[in-house]
């Protein structure tokens, strides 16, 4: 597996499951007007999350089936996103830096006036409490962006690199 240190190692799943990407969603001339108000909605953030890079392929998220739309929550007027993400195999160790740049990456791109919850589909990893406590915390949240070796890996996956 590529490791968050740079060294490399056995892949903890060396054949994923590849899934097929969906179409583009097509913008409808409403979200084109600029005069009209334009809710976020659930399509909008799986968008957004789609072509993260996982940290130990080649392939986006959505190509490992992480994440997908139906799993994703967004109420414009509450100001909430909600995210739930799959890892591919139960004891997954990059699961919290998935998260974490799942996270990273809404915050990044959702007004600030929005709550972002990423938290793992519950029943799907063996440290699936542990995970989400860390990234519901938003100081260990913080903490980690600290990290600047942390915040490189986590840029990598955001940035679709090969």
Known sequence: MA??????????????????????RAVTPREEDEAL???????EVFDLIRAISDPEHPLTLEELNVV?????????AESTVSVAFTPTIPHCSMATLIGLSIKVKLIRSLPERFKVDVHITQGTHASEHAV??????????AAALENSHLLEVVNQCLSGRP
């Open 132 to 141: 989400n406590k860390q990234l519901a915390d938003k100081e260990r949240v």
């Open 3 to 24: 490791m968050a240190g740079g060294g490399k190692g056995l892949l903890e799943n060396a054949n994923p499951l590849v899934f097929r990407r969906q179409g583009e």
């Open 68 to 76: 997908e739309e139906a799993r994703v929550q967004a109420d414009d």
């Open 37 to 43: 108000p334009d809710p976020i909605d659930p399509r």
